[in-house]
């Protein structure tokens, strides 16, 4: 895995209907073939999100929810813990479409 992308700023967290003000630091990793080409959907986001010391609802722990990024974009991680720890994988039938 190869590190090819950092996040780090202030933006929305949305999870259960509702959106909450979080600051995010995410590092997103992507699997690299042999011959140093990206394997398409192999990849791993990982990182915290700062919940301003409000911890998260057991039932949203390992579920997906979607954080807006300061500059406009969103995407899709899973929080592994309370206090916003974020592992986020790429590849299998339920991530992508390529197997």
């Known amino acids: 895995m190869k590190a090819v992308e950092e ?3 202030e933006g929305q967290l949305i999870m259960t209907g509702e959106s909450r003000p979080a600051g995010y630091h995410l590092t ?3 699997g690299m073939a042999a011959n140093g080409l990206p394997v398409p959907g192999l990849f791993r986001i990982e990182g915290e999100i700062d919940l301003r010391g409000t911890p998260v609802a057991a039932a949203v722990i ?3 929810v ?3 990024l300061g500059d406009g974009r969103s995407m899709v991680i899973t929080l592994t813990t309370a206090d916003g720890r974020v ?3 790429g590849h ?3 991530r992508c479409l390529c197997c």
């Open 66 to 68: 979607t954080l807006e």
């Open 92 to 94: 299998g039938p339920s």
């Open 87 to 89: 592992l986020s994988e």
């Open 62 to 64: 390992g579920s997906p």
């Open 28 to 30: 997103r990793l992507q």
């Open 7 to 9: 996040y780090a700023g």
